[in-house]
């Protein structure tokens, strides 16, 4: 009942309260007051106290209970000697998303920002490019030789466009998986289809395994159908076996989901026998095991190999789902995914896509379609432009913030950063004041044990790279 009364729970639903107008106490209750009225903060709801609210907002306990007050006065929160601060029984709340802010879960924020768009603040919730230049050409081509025969199609394909299933075929062979069409399901990008396995796999109550940390949206989507957590670390060589099998023998889990490539939000690149170990331990104890690959189209800047998916080393009686899309390689507003999974799993998980929404466009299949056999050309050209912000960016950081710490991440699209013993929701309060939107490590990590980390973009222009390390190291002053 009283989840808010966690003040690092009540801050993350915040999210920039600061940037409003108006005296500072004024902006916290005008927050505060928008979840009450939206239902976000139910009646009876227990508020955190003035002292750990102020201290998780990095403000001064006066601004807290000017903020209560001014609750007060309105009607919407009720103190009571021995009980805390409460949200009122007389609040009539408007209908659910009536205030346009994205309910629930501890990937709000991040969810809000793609709402709201990144207005003046510098948003870290965030790791996107514009569209690879590929995708003009595919456009052209598209209307000028397929047009004609796509539109004179029915355009229903609820498990996708043969074509395109065909080329993710194309694409799991070229990874040493051997694939045919029926084991294929395309999806609107990564997060429907891990969506989709949570509507097939899980129930109140079920347990799933994820790694340590991971990616806020993606845990969310647990959450929501109402599982219970279980995280296992991950080293320099990925998800560790030994914990991975505790996890499973203790906890009979309904699913695992670990990123073996280029994991979010490390950077780490799963070992090819790390790989065949975690297929090995998945079939042992007949757990379904979602890996979610959608980075693998980045070749990486230290130059190691990617191995195959987990699936290439699943014993036959293995449930393995590979997961991936064109959104970080290609382009986010191309949302096309899939999911590759034994046939009979994908015949229930068909059943789940075409009640959510029939199928996928066909433009956008047809597009994927003809960029899907250049993942690798595409991918290449990013790398470049990538691994020069990357040294620009850690260029900088070490020149301005000598003491964050991080590991140089093999892959993907961000650093992921050590705070030296300083909780990453206090420094996010701070930093929002500097116009940065941080996401501290606490929203990747269940059991709280990455709260000092934060994960840096490095999707930015240099110049805007430069402009938010000035921000950060102005933060981290003031902080001091």
Known sequence: MDRFCDAGVLVEFLGDWTTAHGPLYRRLAGALAGGITAGDLPAGERLPSERDLAKMLTVSRATVVAAYDELRGGGLVDSVRGSGTRVSAAVRPRRSGADGRVPGGRATSIYQRLVDGPGKIISLALAVEPAAPELRDAVWALAREDLPELT?????????????????????????????????????????????????????????????????????????????????????????????????????????????????????????????????????????????????????????????????????????????????????????????????????????????????????????????????????????????????????????????RWRTPEGGSALWVELPEVDAQIFAQVALRHGVEVVPGSATDPNGHHDNHIRIPFTLSEADIAELVNRLAMAWAELG
């Open 152 to 404: 004179a199609d029915a355009g229903c394909h609820p498990t996708g466009l043969p074509a395109l299933r065909q080329a993710v075929c194309d694409h799991f062979d070229g990874q040493l998986v051997p694939t045919v069409p029926d084991q294929v399901l395309i999806t609107n990008g990564v997060q429907q289809a891990v969506g989709l396995a949570a509507q097939m796999y899980l129930k109140p109550g079920s347990t799933v395994v994820v790694e340590s940390p991971s990616w806020p949206g993606c845990l969310d989507v647990f959450r929501a159908a109402g599982a219970k957590l279980v995280s296992v670390p991950v080293d320099e060589d990925g998800v560790r076996p030994d914990a991975l099998a505790k996890a499973f023998a203790e906890h009979n889990p309904a699913l695992a989901y670990v990123m073996p490539t280029y994991h979010n939000p490390t950077g780490v690149l799963m070992s090819a026998s790390r790989r065949q170990r975690v297929a090995q331990i998945a079939a042992k104890y007949r757990v379904p095991l979602l890996e979610d690959n959608a980075y693998t189209g980045f070749t990486g800047y230290s130059g190691a190999e990617t191995p195959p998916p987990i699936g290439a080393y699943a014993p036959r009686d293995a449930e393995i789902l590979s997961v991936g899309s064109l959104a970080k390689t290609v382009w986010a507003g191309l949302r096309i995914g899939w999911v590759r999974a034994p046939e009979p799993v994908i015949d229930r998980l068909a059943r789940y896509k075409v009640r959510a929404d029939l199928g996928n466009a066909v433009l956008d299949q047809a597009l994927a379609a003809r960029l899907l056999p250049k993942i690798t050309d595409i991918a290449a050209g990013r790398r470049e432009t990538l691994a020069r912000r990357l040294g620009h960016l850690a260029g900088l950081l070490a020149m301005h913030l000598p003491n964050w």
